[in-house]
Each structure stands twice: as C-alpha cells, then as structure tokens.
Nanobody, 123 residues
Framework: DVQLVESGGGSVQAGGSLRLSCAAS????????LGWFRQVPGKEREGVAS???????FYSDSVKGRFTISRDSAKNTLYLQMNSLNPDDTAMYYC??????????????????WGQGTQVTVS
C-alpha cells in the first residue's frame, strides 16, 4: 500500500525556520512527481512547491525564495525547508505524490496519493 507520512511541523516564531519531511513507501519514489500543499480551514488547498522526477522544481509566488523543496531517493523522503516564516504560512501542510501527466503542479486533484498532514503554526 502507498503511504506518505509527514513530520516536522510545529510552532515557530515569525522569522524562524522549519523543515518538513515526508516519508514515502509503496511506490517507486524516484519516478514520481511530488508536491507540498497547505490548507487553512475554510480555504482551498494551495500548492506550495513541487519537484519532478528529473529534479525540476516549482514554487508558488508566496514562498519563492523562502522555501526549498528537495527529495532523497535513497531514503524515499521528500523535504520542504521553510525559512523566514510568517503568520501567513500557518496551515496544515500535506505532501502529495503521483501527479498525472499534463496536470499543473499546483492542482491538488492531479495527485494520486496524499499524506495525513502536519500542522505549522507561525506566531
């Protein structure tokens, strides 16, 4: 079975940093396009960053220059390094895998697999 398990969330003061991890199993990690999304109550899930199987990366304008997505295929783990956090970054963060061909990286419905989420709170 496919599993995506996020970790690394928590509470941090504005200007601080966190690194999220997503441990994957049950599929060929190195061949999948992966992404990070976030959601706050009452709002749609928002694409944060994505990384293709060839290493190409994509970021939303709101996090560009502050967040870095990376993957370690030897560990089957996806990362999101988040720096210069601000209160607007407060959300539940989800990792996603298996973006279907031709779908925009920021489209939640384009991914086949999801983790359960990890909460990030910036005050």
């Amino acid at each position: 079975d496919v599993q995506l398990v996020e970790s690394g969330g928590g509470s941090v003061q504005a200007g601080g940093s966190l690194r999220l991890s997503c441990a994957a199993s049950g599929f060929t990690f190195s061949r999948k396009c992966l992404g990070w999304f976030r959601q706050v109550p009452g709002k749609e899930r928002e694409g944060v960053a994505s990384i293709d199987s060839d290493g190409s990366t994509f970021y939303s304008d709101s996090v560009k220059g502050r967040f870095t997505i990376s993957r370690d295929s030897a560990k089957n783990t996806l990362y999101l390094q988040m720096n210069s956090l601000n209160p607007d970054d407060t959300a539940m963060y989800y990792c996603a895998a298996g973006r279907r061909f031709g779908v925009s990286w920021a489209t939640p419905s384009g991914y086949n697999y999801w983790g359960q989420g990890t909460q990030v709170t910036v005050s």
